[in-house]
């Protein structure tokens, strides 16, 4: 169940997620199954959305994100 604006302002989440997501909740930790890459990133982004909108909190990333350097001027 969705709210009404939540609903409105969804971005389609695949099914793989859904899936993942679902089987996820049905688990204890140690047996979470496995996903993909885009999976899990579309379940950080739906998690930390609703966490925003109905808790009022906003997530931070667990470990810093990899940055490229950049090239070298010369």
Known sequence: MVCSACEA??????EETHRFMTGALAVPLAETPGATERALRQAERAIAETLEHHGGLRLRDAAPRQRVPASPRG
């Open 9 to 14: 302002g969804a971005f389609p989440l695949a």
